[in-house]
């Protein structure tokens, strides 16, 4: 299976509402694994933000998957804007996975036009990347949202990312972030 995953970063060290506690990345870890193995993934699509992003590619290099990153914007403006702005080692370990992909000739970045919104931009180009990867391998595809199961304030990418991938019927399975 191709999966298309988004998710929430981690929280802000000030954090009042929990969306990803730091404290819940291992349990998140292992229930993504579990699902990625459950249900065949070969490869993950995403992004790589501080968070779910990290989590999930970390995962599937560990189980040897096939991984397909999507920036909004160059290398460095990413890291600074969605990695190392929170708690954590998160800059190591963008680095060594950003490192691993390209190398593998899998890393998009995407080119900014207008005043279209570079992260709505980024997860249509993730689901867009998994549907096209399936067809191209004849594999199902079905779409990852490692969150804590509310909708935030607008926008809320994560959200929106699950709209799209029910609107293009792809399957949604959750990996929660906090315990319900």
Known sequence: MIIALAGRRIDKADSKDPRFPSRNVERVAGAL???LVERGAT???SSAACGADLVALKEAGKLGLRRKIILPFDRA???QSSV???PGD???I???VLDEVDAAGDLI???RVGNVDPYSTTSERILDEAVGLARQL???AGAVMMWDGTIGEKPDYTADFGVSARQRGLPIFEVRTVRM
């Open 33 to 35: 694994r579990g699902l």
């Open 43 to 45: 490869i993950i699509v």
């Open 77 to 79: 403006t990413f890291r």
């Open 84 to 86: 190392v702005d929170r």
């Open 90 to 92: 998160w800059g190591s």
């Open 94 to 96: 963008y680095d060594e």
């Open 109 to 111: 970045t995407l080119s």
């Open 138 to 140: 004849e594999e199902p």
